[in-house]
């Protein structure tokens, strides 16, 4: 018999363990039943863990730009796909009674979503402290007072309650997103499953990536941490409802409005649309989701599907398939690379579902209830058998709103769309449902029916089954919340789940003032004096403002003809004197847009091999006044962003670009984007320069 381990919390830079005697609560092998480690917060001070976050954590994340935060992210995300660590991590989470391929959804599936966030917030985000959130805003008449948003980090940390189904993943998908904002995070996993969020922590930590106070673990309960939380601080919260609505009602958390974020209980739904009877390839994918989402994580999933809605002519082929489906299944011990779903994480929660089922029967009849145990003693171990019910009363609230957290699911006869939707309602709002059909016609109606009860919908149809990550897998793409019994919350969601923990602040003042809080150009900010070209410039050297006027240049007849004839654009607006006029946007003959930028960017293109490496795209284009023939153009370029590109050898930078024409009105505006080389030597740059003379005149 192995010796029982005591848990230990990471608070304030170091490990501790609860004082000698302490009980605790213990956690059990989930399939064998031995008791395999105790955990007890006693003796932590919650005062100092959130101190230390406050004051030792936060400013050191606050120091990093968001892509220095994202680059430590992928090294935590690169670690954890490492072969031993994933050896290592698989082996604890066994005991959990997860399948291996349950701990690749965990474990793999968390170190994805560290990666992911990474790659999106050096895509999506500045290589600065803060980013802005939309355009500016013009204030007054002569543009010298503007406004912008910004997002800045809170000064607080993001308290983690998570619950026990996902031990690595659950964690990970909150901390991703309050680190790359810079908000330090502290966790507190379930009990049940927190000897496997420990053993991850503690490989993290251990290997000295991530800065001091930005990630602290909590082992236990979280004593009076909530009754020291401030306004900077928030709270998210991954659990049963009745556990969110006390927490969300916690004194505290009101009077000082904490951010709180819920996801909740969901009766998350599969719906077959009429059409994608028995024979159809959807039918077959319904059929096949609803017993992958019954068996995978033992059906401990907020996501797993609850009820399966099938229209009433074909209930009894429905049912007959997914018990065929569920009989196929091989149940018992994770250890045997062949068993397809594992225990529950606990007794009582093995408990809970037998509970569960007991109210469902009351309004359904148990179609499959049983299965063949594979080298497991099930009442030893926490394991339930696979159960399909079918609703004998589908008015049943029963039905609707009872959660059976295992691998229990409810087939659900509907009578027409309408009644499908109303039915899936009932649900109280929930994180996802899948809807199954070819009929393009009614899968909207039935998504647009449903659509405002869930956080996120999945329509499958043959076209893209394959490429489908499935009905029960959130991606850090896309929100993972949804309204009412669900929460009410949203995590992740891209740079959606960043912001959350960032403050929107709107900023008044001249442009000047406003350029230097941002980091990025606004229109009218002063110019720097020029230095030459700025196309002759290297990262460094450029600086922000800094601008050309370029010379002029007029547009003729023969320039819109020519370019006419090469492009094959014969609009009528170029070529027709007559159509032109009777236009009543152009009255008579214009450049194309087109025409105007390819004679703009001849216009300040520096034509010598440079810094300035090539030219990606064109942001904010927008025409303002038609260019006419006899029209005399000049550009206005200045630079409006850098952001640095780590390890490449170059970065971005965004010019912010203005065609003026012959009268100082505004023909055409937008941003040139460019990728320009570091000084030589600087962030992996050759050190032989690209150019022979990059600060000289072109």
């Excluded at 959130?50 to 995300?77: D, I, N, Q, W, Y």
């Excluded at 649900?427 to 449902?433: F, N, T």
């Excluded at 009268?663 to 690209?690: K, S």
Aim: aromatic share 6%; proline share 6%.
């Amino acid at each position: 018999m192995s010796v029982m381990r005591i848990l230990e919390s990471h608070v304030a830079g170091v490990w501790s363990a609860p004082p000698v005697g302490t009980e605790g609560r213990p956690i059990r092998n989930a399939v064998t039943g031995e008791a395999i480690s105790v955990v007890s917060s006693e003796g932590v001070d919650m005062g100092a863990v959130l101190a230390h976050a406050r004051t030792v954590g936060g400013p050191a994340l606050r120091e990093m730009t968001f892509h220095e935060r994202s680059l430590l992210l992928k090294a935590v995300g690169q670690l954890l796909l490492s072969p031993e660590v994933k050896e290592e991590l698989y082996a604890v989470s066994r005991t959990t009674g997860a399948t291996d391929a349950d701990s690749w959804i965990d474990i793999d599936g968390g170190a994805g979503v560290l990666l992911t966030y990474s790659s999106k917030s050096r895509k999506e985000l500045p290589n600065a402290k803060v980013a802005l959130d939309g355009a500016p805003e013009v204030l007054s008449r002569d543009g010298s007072f503007l406004a912008a948003h910004i997002h800045s980090p809170r000064r607080g940390a993001f308290v983690h309650i998570n619950a026990f189904n996902f031990p690595v993943w659950g964690m990970l998908e909150k901390f991703a997103p309050s680190f790359i904002a810079g908000v330090p995070s502290i966790v507190k996993p379930a009990s049940q499953t927190a000897h496997l969020t420990e053993a991850a922590v503690r490989i993290i930590l251990e290997a000295g990536i991530l800065p001091e106070g930005s990630l602290q673990l909590i082992c236990g309960g979280v004593g009076d941490l909530l009754d020291r939380l401030d306004a900077q601080d928030a709270v998210g919260f991954t659990g049963s409802a009745t556990t969110a609505r006390m927490l969300r009602a916690h004194p505290n958390v009101i009077d000082n409005a904490v951010r709180f974020t819920a996801e909740a209980d969901s009766i998350n739904s599969a719906v077959l649309a009429p059409s994608s009877g028995p024979g159809t390839p959807e039918f077959d994918l319904f059929v096949a989701e609803v017993v992958k989402e019954m068996s995978t994580k033992a059906g401990q999933k907020c996501t797993a599907i609850r009820r399966a809605f099938v229209p009433a002519v074909y209930a009894d082929a429905a049912s007959e398939a997914l018990a065929e489906a569920i009989t196929a299944l091989r149940v018992g011990d994770p250890n045997d690379e062949s068993v397809t779903m594992g225990a529950l994480a606990s007794h009582e929660q093995r408990d809970e579902v037998a509970r569960s089922v007991e109210t469902l029967r009351s309004a359904a009849e148990v179609v499959v209830d049983s299965c063949e145990w594979h080298g497991v003693d099930p009442e030893v171990g926490a394991f339930h058998a696979p159960t399909l019910l079918r609703a004998t009363d589908v008015d049943a609230p029963v039905i609707h709103d009872t959660e059976a957290f295992g691998p229990v699911a409810t087939l659900v006869p509907y009578d027409g769309i309408d009644h499908a939707v109303e039915l899936v309602g009932r649900g109280g709002g929930s994180l996802v449902a899948s809807v199954y059909g070819a009929d393009t016609v009614e899968v909207a109606e039935i998504t647009t029916g449903i659509a405002a009860d869930h956080g996120r919908v999945l329509v499958v149809d043959t076209t893209m089954a394959k490429a489908s990550t499935g009905h029960g897998s959130p991606l850090p793409h896309l929100v993972h919340g949804g309204p009412g019994r669900a929460g009410g919350g949203e995590e992740m969601g891209g740079m959606r789940g960043v912001f959350h923990h960032m403050q929107r602040t709107a900023i008044q003042g001249s442009p000047d003032a406003l350029t230097a809080i941002t980091g990025e150009y606004m229109p009218g900010a002063s110019v720097a004096e020029q230095k030459g070209h700025p196309f002759r410039l290297d990262f460094e050297t450029l600086e922000v403002g800094d601008s050309v006027t370029t010379g002029s240049r007029i547009i003729t007849r023969q320039d819109i003809e020519d370019f006419a004839h090469w492009t094959g654009d014969t609009f009528y607006a170029h070529m027709d004197e007559d159509a032109a006029a009777r236009s009543p946007i152009f009255g008579g003959i214009v450049a194309h847009g087109y025409l105007v930028l390819s004679i703009a960017a001849g216009l300040f293109v520096d034509p010598d091999e440079g810094p300035v490496l090539a030219n990606y795209g064109i942001d904010r284009l927008r025409f303002a006044t038609p260019t006419r023939p006899g029209d005399e153009i000049h550009v206005v370029l200045t630079c409006k962003r850098k952001t640095l590109l780590a390890g490449r050898g170059y970065g971005e930078v965004a010019w912010a670009t203005q065609v003026i024409n012959q009268n100082g009105e505004l023909a055409a505006t937008y941003d040139v984007l460019t990728m320009v080389a570091n000084a030589p030597g600087v962030n992996g740059a050759p050190e032989t320069p690209i150019s022979h003379d990059p600060a000289g005149a072109s």
